[in-house]
């Protein structure tokens, strides 16, 4: 049998907690996530758990915010002057914008609030500073292709769309959780 180990394309089915119980994400209903093991894929603690296992087995596991989404960071919160972006441009407390830095990496943010002319902008993964437990079921468990282990990512019968959008749809998937989480969390 295959066992979950670096290099391995894992389908896994999940269910992700958060400490009081809330199911933040789930793959129920939906085809099994698959995942690059070793790439960085997945929360590095559950990528942890996961090393060693085969197809078939479930466990829990709950992962402290290094573990899982990062602690949250004050730092990352920034603030942006209005009349930076133009006129026009619609701009409204919960709404996602893009910094892109020197060398054109982008990072989602989220306006967490407007006060007179700036903007506060939080970087932050949306479930940073949150201890979580995942449910999981290992699916299956294959060796990458070279092109998967090239890309740093697995590939599926969904492959040509995700490769463009996996990260913007995971993104607006979030969307609504997020505007509740910065309430508490933030102010
Ligand atoms: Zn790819």
Do not use: C
Request: glycine share 6%; hydrophobic share 30%.
């Amino acid at each position: 049998m295959t066992k979950v180990e670096k290099d391995k394309v894992v389908e896994i089915h999940y269910t992700l907690r958060l400490s009081d119980g809330t199911v933040e994400d789930s793959t129920e209903g939906e085809p099994p996530l698959p995942y690059l093991h070793g790439a960085g894929n997945i929360p590095p603690g559950l990528e942890r758990a996961l090393e060693g296992h085969n197809a078939g087995d479930t466990f829990t596991v709950t992962l402290q915010p290094t573990d899982a989404y990062g602690e949250y960071d004050d730092e990352m919160v920034d603030a942006i002057p209005r009349d930076a972006f133009p006129d026009e441009t619609e701009l409204a407390e919960g709404d996602e914008i893009w910094l892109i830095d020197e060398e054109g990496n982008e990072t989602p943010g989220i306006i967490e609030r407007i006060e007179e002319e700036m903007l506060f902008v939080d970087y932050n993964h949306p479930l940073a500073g949150e201890t979580v437990t995942f449910d999981v079921q290992v699916v299956e468990v294959r060796d990458a292709t070279p092109e998967e282990l090239e890309h740093g990512h697995a590939h599926d019968q969904y492959a040509d769309e995700w490769d463009e959008d996996e990260d913007d749809e995971d993104w607006e998937d979030d969307d609504e959780e997020l505007d509740e989480e910065e309430d508490d969390e933030v102010k």
